[in-house]
């Protein structure tokens, strides 16, 4: 479903609030949160709280991810997203207990639907799992759940949901074995 103009032709495909509250988020971003120092991890979880993100206890969001909208983040308890990780945030985006995206992953929660006059924006929740691992380089679609424990495999390209402690690769991405943790 579109979230503002049906015809990207014609007029933007946020409203006037939605883009002014995104210039406002990317002076910000650049002020207090780019050029923060690494361990500032607090820092930066307080500036993604002013901007309307959820995020927990411990959560470590490196200075060099881009967020596109924190107001529609949701970050559990103790995950991790690591320097280059790019959160496209035009939808919801729900990172889980413990998880990690790691270096140069591309979350993108937005898309245009093609088959339609004018190409209308479209957005779609992603949701990854508590104790599920993005490696590097991976791209996730709109509307994907990675379940929980899954580990997604370093430049998979996810179009779908992948299973609960399972370790998924390839391009399309697709489950190969089942993740056994052992002490």
């Keep these: 479903m579109a979230d503002f103009n049906t015809n990207t032709y014609t007029g933007a495909s946020f409203s006037l609030q939605n883009r ?3 210039l406002v988020w990317g002076v910000a971003y650049i002020v207090f949160f780019r050029y923060s ?5 607090g820092w930066r979880s307080f500036i993604l709280k002013i901007f309307g ?10 200075p060099a991810v881009k967020i596109w ?26 990172l889980g207990y413990r998880s990690i995206v790691s270096q140069r992953s591309y979350i993108c929660s937005g ?5 339609k006059k004018g190409h ?3 957005t779609a929740p992603i949701t990854i799992g508590a104790h599920a691992w993005v490696a590097a380089e991976v791209f996730i679609h709109p ?24 370790v998924c690769a390839g391009h399309p991405c697709k489950p190969l074995k089942e993740r056994v943790i052992t002490d």
């Design 111 to 115: 898309t245009h639907d093609y088959t």
């Design 20 to 22: 002014l509250a995104r």
């Design 69 to 94: 909208a924190p107001w529609n983040l949701e970050l559990g308890d103790e995950c991790g997203v690591a320097n280059g990780v790019d959160l496209y945030s035009q939808g919801k985006i729900t």
């Design 53 to 62: 993100a959820k995020v927990g206890k411990n959560v470590h969001v490196y």
């Design 37 to 41: 120092p690494k361990p500032f991890h």
């Design 120 to 122: 209308p924006l479209v």
């Design 143 to 166: 509307g994907v759940t990675i379940g929980e424990g899954a580990v997604i495999g370093a430049r998979a390209v996810v179009n779908k949901n992948m299973p609960a402690w399972t």
